[in-house]
């Protein structure tokens, strides 16, 4: 089957006896045991529910792993997945990491579970390389990474990590599987925030953790019934609604974000764009990711001026989030990056960065420059 058939055909049981052709919600704390020694499939939500099972199994398929596991938040799903690792051991992160990692690595992890991480620029390989220890556990990185659009080769460092015994995470957030698979190029570990592309709509929170290894699997899966965080049956439901979408949307707003981007090549008040085929490692070559997605960012070099567009733009949402069917705007030094230390963020205070939606591009173009047409009048 091809991708856009076997998303719309996933089943995830064929046991349902009123053969519903939509996974059923689960809305039930607690499952009725035949007799006191019942070894049923499920017996509290918390553990397990059969509309979880489904949006975990379905994920899964999509990362083409084989175990997949659903959090209440991508946050909830990465703080579930620090839970395999150990005080004083160590972690390897990408100097480039969403701005709610980087507060857990280093609001929670360093200071109440002691847990080293080392932060380095996962492409300069001598720092890499030399930030390896041997209580060094995983590598967490995104590529490409958020707002800046960095790339890093999966498949490379998957080697790096593999002879290290190190395991590899990374967080494909931002492309989805749709575009990229990262554990077919060898890392252990995806995470997923599925508020974004995986539901698309902006109207659940979500998170996954999919892995092959089945020794992991059992940890994770003891981690998220010790932890209570497993993502509910009703957002559980909404997700795997979502999915079903999941090609049509990221191809739709991938095409939308390259008409917005030639338009953005144009406009003489934008400094520097940011899109993974204009980052100075993007290799047309690696073939890592069939696409690019529908994030762009851009400065201004003029942050008074790039808070102008921003409240000038009517189509455009206001939000911290991305990968909806509606686009939005966000200024991540001032948002979803602001839980950072300033000493320690790689992000200019001016970046915009847009996440594009479903809706027609010549409308988003146009909107765009209305914004930026006042906000030039208005920083003059
Ligand atoms: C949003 C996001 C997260 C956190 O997910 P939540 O669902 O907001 O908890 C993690 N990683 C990346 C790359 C994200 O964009």
């Known amino acids: 089957m091809h991708k856009h058939t076997s998303l719309v055909q996933f089943t995830a049981e064929d046991n349902d006896p009123y053969r519903a052709s939509s996974v059923p919600i689960y809305q039930t704390a607690t499952f009725r045991l035949d007799h006191l020694d019942s070894n049923q499939e499920y017996d509290y939500t918390r ?142 570990i995806v995470i997923h925030s599925a508020t974004k592309f995986l539901s698309g709509t902006g109207d659940v929170s979500g998170g996954f953790l999919v892995v092959n290894n089945a020794k992991l699997a059992d940890e994770i899966k003891f981690i998220q019934n010790a932890e209570g965080s497993a993502l509910a049956p009703f957002d559980a439901w909404l997700i795997l609604r979502g999915i079903k979408t999941l090609g049509l949307r990221v191809e739709r707003q991938q095409a939308n974000a390259l008409a917005v981007l030639e338009y953005l090549k144009t406009v003489p008040v934008i400094d520097r764009l940011f899109y993974p085929t204009l980052s100075h490692n993007y290799n047309p070559t690696l073939t890592q990711a069939s696409g690019s997605g529908s994030l762009i960012s851009f400065t ?36 979803s990056h602001a839980s950072i230390d300033k000493h320690l963020r790689h992000i200019p205070e001016d970046l915009l960065r847009l996440s594009i939606g479903i809706e027609d591009s010549n409308d988003l173009i146009a909107d765009l420059a209305t914004a930026i047409s006042q906000a030039t009048i208005r920083g003059l």
């Not at 596991?69 to 390897?92: D, P, Q, V």
């Not at 992160?93 to 620029?121: M, P, Q």
């Not at 015994?165 to 494909?172: H, K, P, S």
């Not at 003029?302 to 909806?324: A, H, K, R, W, Y």
């Open 300 to 335: 201004t070099n003029n942050q008074f001026l790039s808070e102008q567009i921003i409240n000038n733009l009517s189509l455009f949402n206001i939000t911290v989030s991305f990968g909806s069917v509606h686009s939005s705007i966000s200024m991540p030094a001032r948002m």
């Open 47 to 188: 553990s397990g529910n059969p509309t979880r099972s489904a949006v975990e199994k379905q994920v899964a398929v999509l990362e083409n792993g084989r175990f997949g596991f659903g959090f209440t938040s991508g946050m909830a799903a990465i703080n579930a997945l620090s839970g395999i690792i150990k005080a004083n051991e160590h972690i390897i992160v990408a100097d480039d990491l969403y701005g709610g990692t980087h507060r857990l690595l280093h609001k929670r992890l360093i200071t109440h579970r002691n847990i080293e991480v080392s932060v380095v620029d996962i492409n300069n390989h001598d720092q890499f390389l030399q930030a390896f220890k041997p209580n060094t556990r995983m590598v967490l990185l995104e590529t490409p990474s958020n707002p800046l659009h960095k790339i890093v080769d999966i498949a490379q460092i998957a080697e790096i990590t593999a002879a290290k015994n190190v395991l590899l995470a990374i967080d494909n957030t931002f492309l989805s599987p749709w575009l990229q698979q990262p554990l077919n190029l060898g890392a252990d």
